[in-house]
């Protein structure tokens, strides 16, 4: 069943976009050269108690952090450990915040430090097929339609489109329907309507877009090795178009 959200609803999951878009604007500084992973997550976690929220991912079917940090060739749903970001590195952050019983989730991928001309062109690009989904969103269209504007957008450049993992809706929870795949898939086309608000998420590979989930059952990589990309929004279906409730202030 897919959830509208009336004016209080929106209001609430509004405030919680606002948090997390704060959390990405003071966490990006910290991503630097020898900052390690598990310190970002503190501060992420931190950072949500401390405002008055709650980790949404942290247990959420059992996964163990605030953030998901994907680095280089990890696709989505990388745990936050030893290791320590070094100069090229590409991370892609990936958070929620549950405030109040209202959800937000957003990605980003940052380059750290110096990257090179592949990363450079691989996050310009997820970031225009968010970009274009963005732009698809409006009450009448469907959801294939922003899978469409991902799928050309990525394809177009040569790059390569996650199937196996998709957006969604949120708000109410931290995953709803309908689920927004990055290409134009057989499965379900609900209409967009006001009131829906959905998490739009590219996930690009500048290989091919296959992927394979590594022992852990949550870190997800892409088979032939290739870096990829994640940006997401949680964006709502107005009376006249979009309103992106989540941001990022850099």
Request: glycine fraction near 12%.
């Amino acid at each position: 069943m897919i959830r509208r959200k009336n004016n209080e609803q929106i209001e609430g999951i509004r405030k919680s976009c606002s948090l997390l878009s704060r959390l990405l604007t003071e966490i990006r500084p910290l991503v630097q050269p020898g900052a390690s992973l598990l310190g970002l997550d503190e501060f992420a976690r931190d950072f949500i108690l401390r405002h008055g929220g709650r980790p949404a991912f942290l247990g959420y079917e059992g996964y163990p952090a605030t953030l998901c940090l994907s680095v280089n060739e990890v696709v989505i749903h990388g745990i936050p450990d030893e290791r320590r970001l070094a100069e090229g590195d590409i991370v892609g952050l990936d958070s929620g915040i549950d405030l109040g019983g209202y959800f937000s989730d957003a990605a980003v991928t940052w380059a750290v430090g110096r990257v090179g001309p592949e990363a450079e062109r691989l996050m310009r690009v997820t970031r225009e097929c968010l970009d274009k989904a963005i732009d698809a969103v409006v009450p009448g269209a469907r959801i294939h339609d922003i899978s469409r504007a991902v799928f050309r957008q990525a394809t177009g450049a040569g790059f390569g489109v996650v199937r196996q993992y998709c957006g969604h809706g949120v708000g109410l929870e931290m995953h709803e329907d309908p689920q927004i795949p990055n290409y134009v898939s057989p499965g379900p086309n609900p209409r967009l309507l006001p009131g829906m608000v959905l998490a739009i998420e590219p996930m690009i590979n500048a290989g091919t877009g296959d992927v394979r989930l590594l022992d852990d059952d949550w870190t997800v990589v892409t088979l032939d090795g290739s870096l990829s990309a994640h940006y997401e929004h949680t964006v709502l279906v107005t009376e006249t178009g979009r309103e992106v409730l989540t941001s990022w202030r850099f």
